[in-house]
């Protein structure tokens, strides 16, 4: 049974520092312009000889309406016509990178992203997925992950059971908060009617899984109000939760700078909203699974971390560790054996390529063996919330504490204050750590910059 969270705020006001989300390691920052389409070609070639499954990302960046704490690659547009060309050069990028894979790797996991997937309408929905499958062998039967972000309001029952018929069986729903002034304040006007049409459509078309995403943090909320929302989203049952702090960088995300900063929630309500949340979902019978994420305890995360399947990638959780990731479209990072890479945010670039018949790729790297067994120590963190150092050293061929003699101290320093258990043999973060274990991973990042620090989010 895992651990329940114990909350100290005297622990998080010491640790609360800016660190990276760490969906990969090296993170994004580190990309680099030495990668292109040529490296990426040859890691496809190179996944199609060990005959990896895959897990493809589809990036639909379009939103009818922008929302003020977005920081997403997104196109606001009311035009829907925008998105015809975009699916063509789409669909050229699935043809050009299907060349190189082969017909027997089995798409194990599929997620449509964005952006706001369902701006598509129904032939276009209908038309990306006869391509995908014209390309790519996907897996036919009900057990593979296919998932979709849905705005409930774009949607409705008959876009569920689309989505349905085309094999899609997880919905993500973006809702951050309920209250109408909050709302107003981030322009984004949805009622809990619009969520609850969408959940209830989900349940009785029998899809897998439901993951509702909160925000606390926006403007205008206060704790008494946020928690309100909470009660209203426990009531719709989801599988899952992802319950994130809203990071105001308005010097980086333009949207953000529609913001009064000045109705921001203080640090000291923001933890309340954060502690109170924490204790609703426990009593609903949620777990947190780590790093915002809450499910049940037979969802298939839960499941997973229980089993030490857990895994962590762009995508988030996942019990997909053995599958290449495969992104398409403006912005999409894919992981592919020893490389990572990511297409131009730029969408005239994007297009651009692929009217050249190049695949999009303009930035990335290869990892290292550091780099990959940093990449796993974090990963242990970040899913079990335990490092057992033999598996590392038999795995590696290393000494784990004299590999990592450079942060011992700190890690000693940790274990003092209770944030982690730190015995000969294993690194285990204790229920005080647990809403901190991004402070603890980052000790392990050796390309982390304390100047460069205010690119990421606080820890919470």
């Not at 014209?134 to 897996?139: A, K």
């Not at 919905?171 to 309920?178: H, R, Y």
């Not at 780590?290 to 019990?319: K, S, V």
Request: glycine share 6%; with cysteine.
């Amino acid at each position: 049974m895992l651990e329940t969270i114990h909350w100290d705020p005297d622990l998080i006001r010491r640790y609360d520092l800016p660190g990276p989300r760490y969906t990969s390691y090296p993170t994004a920052v580190q990309f680099h312009p030495g990668v292109g389409q040529f490296e990426l070609l040859q890691a496809l070639r190179d996944s199609r000889k060990a005959g990896r499954s895959l897990s493809l990302y589809v990036h639909i960046p379009f939103c009818a309406n922008i929302c003020y704490y977005c920081a997403c690659n997104k196109v606001i547009t009311k035009d829907r016509s925008r998105s015809a060309p975009y699916l063509q050069r789409l669909f050229r990028e699935f043809e050009l990178a299907a060349h190189h894979l082969g017909r027997e790797q089995v798409v194990e996991q599929l997620h449509f992203g964005g952006g706001t997937p369902t701006f598509l309408d129904h032939a276009q929905l209908r038309q990306v997925m006869s391509e995908l499958r014209r390309n790519f062998t996907l897996q036919d039967d009900d057990n593979a992950d296919f998932s979709i972000e849905i705005d409930p309001r774009e949607a409705d029952w008959a876009t569920m059971g689309l989505l349905r018929e085309l094999g899609f069986n997880r919905i993500s729903l973006g809702v951050q908060d309920l209250d109408p002034a909050v709302q107003r304040a981030v322009n984004r006007l949805q009622s809990l009617e619009e969520t609850r049409a969408i959940v209830d459509a989900a349940h009785a078309l029998h899809y897998r899984s439901v993951n509702i995403d909160l925000i606390y943090g926006l403007p205008k909320q206060t704790p008494e109000s946020f928690a309100r929302t909470v009660e209203e989203i426990i009531a719709l049952q989801p599988n899952r939760l992802s319950v994130f702090n809203y990071a105001h960088l308005p010097e980086r995300f333009m949207p953000q700078r529609r913001i009064n900063s000045q109705e921001l929630p203080s640090p000291a309500d923001k933890l309340t909203m954060l502690h109170s949340t924490i204790e609703q979902l426990e009593r609903a019978g949620y777990r947190h699974i780590g790093m915002d994420h809450f499910a049940l305890p037979d969802d298939d995360l839960a499941i997973a971390q229980e089993d030490g399947r857990l895994h962590r990638n762009f995508q988030g959780y996942t019990t997909h560790d053995h599958c290449d990731l495969i992104g398409f479209g403006v912005s999409a990072i894919s992981h592919v054996g020893s490389l990572y890479c990511q297409n131009s945010s730029d969408l005239a670039q994007y297009q651009d390529s692929l009217d050249q018949g190049q695949l999009a790729t303009c930035r990335g790297l290869h990892s290292s063996r550091d780099d990959d067994i940093r990449a796993e120590v974090i990963q242990r963190l970040m899913c079990d919330f335990r490092v057992d150092f033999a598996s590392i050293e038999q795995r590696h061929g290393l000494e784990f504490r004299r590999y990592f003699a450079n942060v011992w101290p700190n890690l000693e320093q940790m274990a003092a204050d209770g944030l982690i258990e730190l015995g000969d043999e294993h690194l285990r973060v204790l229920p005080a750590g647990r809403l901190l274990v991004r402070a603890v991973s980052m000790l392990f990042d050796r390309y982390l910059n304390p100047a460069e620090n205010v690119r990421f989010s606080r820890v919470i």
